[in-house]
């Protein structure tokens, strides 16, 4: 009876130990949770307070953590370099995906739309996804992140402060109109500001906009033979103009302030202006903003280039490492889903569906009739030059980015010296100077420059 027992503990210890083992089994352990790894955008958040939805259908439950931006990177990045399967589903952008695809940190979803059902593909519609961003998503051909929402950039203004100050704003605004825009509405003694634009240090945080304005002033990172440009007159132009509106016009204190800070001053008034991301239309148009209904549109800002406006997409991937890749391929779908923003449009508001992702979004009377601002986001994102970025030819892709696996440690550090140059730690020589030194040891250390 003994050994009977003892071999019996075993089996049952072996059982559960391969139950355990393997992520195509999840199902038989039980309820499945998956952990998602989001940034605190507002459409995000829109995400985890409906997610309730998705596990009442699903019984698979989610726990969501959630980071600031530049956090969110490093933590994820980190996991999916060790493998270490903390998140099962990450959130990640355009500039990301085909790097983390070819390092084989997160999972090909081929495999998984193959296993669906014709009725199930129909349904999701993988055509449906704008091309842009479907595209900018992929590697090798296959599909390895959805979309939740896309963007470009473009200008958002007080309409009432325009007209009261007797300025008109046009469709495709230059920066120097911007500029003196800015100024002229700028009232900080009652808490009013010409402008917002983000100034804290970041790859994703202070050179998406800048990196727009490089490009607007006829700069660029390297030349064709992957020589760095920092020591171009272009370059110091935009750098100058940068400091120069916000300073004049800004927010105090801007390299403090990323997206969310900036949000939060355009979205409670304090703001004339924003240049930033499209996505935001919804969170201003939104009932709980001050500034519902008083917000026009304009084209990202031009100089000697026009359509300067970025393209990106917050999306959702499966690191290679989850557990429970079936489930979280049925998060992802979900989320990303025409069912989805029909969800947020009936409980929410159609003002506030994820923007950018699909064609039909824009032919939706309902959206159409809440999102004044719908046909300004398309026209931005379709006239995004993600392939051709700037007025000279460079070797790289990418408007607020240049699409190396290097440029997120070399962006990081070029903007750590804007911020100090905008603060006045350093002189606009110096923090070029040691932007071309770091640009050029990327180069070399890369392979890029021979």
């Not at 800070?261 to 008034?269: F, H, T, V």
């Amino acid at each position: 009876m003994k050994r009977v027992s003892i071999l019996l503990v075993g089996l049952l210890l072996l059982s559960a130990g391969l139950a355990f083992a393997g992520g195509s089994k999840e199902a038989a352990t039980g309820p499945v949770t998956l952990t998602i790894a989001t940034v605190n955008n507002p459409d995000m958040v829109i995400m985890q307070k409906l997610s309730e939805n998705f596990t009442k259908a699903t019984n698979i439950k989610l726990n969501f953590v959630v980071l600031p931006e530049n956090e969110l990177r490093q933590k994820v990045t980190e996991d999916v370099g060790l493998g270490s399967g903390k998140y099962d589903v990450v959130t990640i952008g355009t500039y990301d995906t085909p790097f983390w695809a070819k390092n084989k940190w997160i999972s090909s979803l081929e495999p998984m739309f193959s296993k669906m059902t014709p009725a199930e593909q129909t349904s999701y519609d993988r055509a449906d996804l704008l091309k842009p961003i479907r595209s900018a998503l992929s590697y090798d051909n296959a599909l390895y992140a959805l979309p939740f929402y896309g963007e470009s950039s473009m200008i958002f203004y007080r309409k009432d402060l325009f007209q009261k100050a007797g300025l008109t704003m046009p469709e495709a605004p230059t920066w120097q109109q911007i500029y003196n825009f800015a100024v002229k509405l700028n009232d900080p003694a009652n808490g009013q500001y010409g402008i917002a634009l983000r100034g804290l240090p970041g790859w994703g945080e202070i050179l998406a906009p800048f990196d727009t304005i490089i490009n607007a002033f006829g700069a660029r990172w390297f030349d064709m033979n992957w020589n760095p440009t920092f020591n171009e007159p272009a370059m110091k132009k935009a750098w100058e103009f940068y400091k120069k509106i916000l300073t004049n016009a800004g927010e105090p204190s801007p390299t403090t302030d990323g997206y969310t800070e900036c949000l939060a001053l355009m979205q409670s008034g304090k703001a004339a202006m924003w240049y930033d991301a499209t996505v935001s239309a919804g969170t201003l148009q939104a009932k709980d903003s001050q500034v519902a209904g008083k917000i026009g549109y304009a084209l990202a800002p031009s100089d000697v280039k026009g359509n300067t406006g970025w393209l990106w997409a917050w999306s959702l991937g499966i690191e290679s490492a989850s557990k429970h890749k079936e489930a979280a391929f049925k998060f992802l779908t979900w989320a990303t889903d025409r069912k989805y923003i029909d969800l947020v449009g009936n409980t929410i508001g159609w003002a506030q569906v994820p923007p950018g992702t699909r064609e039909s979004t824009y032919t939706n009377p309902q959206y159409l009739a809440a999102a004044p601002f719908a046909g300004m986001v398309l026209k931005s994102i379709e006239n995004a030059s993600y392939d051709h970025p700037t007025v000279q030819p460079v070797p790289y892709k990418g408007v607020q980015y240049v699409s190396i696996p290097e440029f997120q440690s070399l962006g990081e550090r070029v903007s750590q010296e804007l911020a100090s140059y905008i603060t006045g730690k350093e002189t606009v020589d110096q923090a070029l100077a040691n932007s071309q030194a770091a640009a050029l040891q990327v180069a070399k250390q890369g392979g890029y420059l021979k």
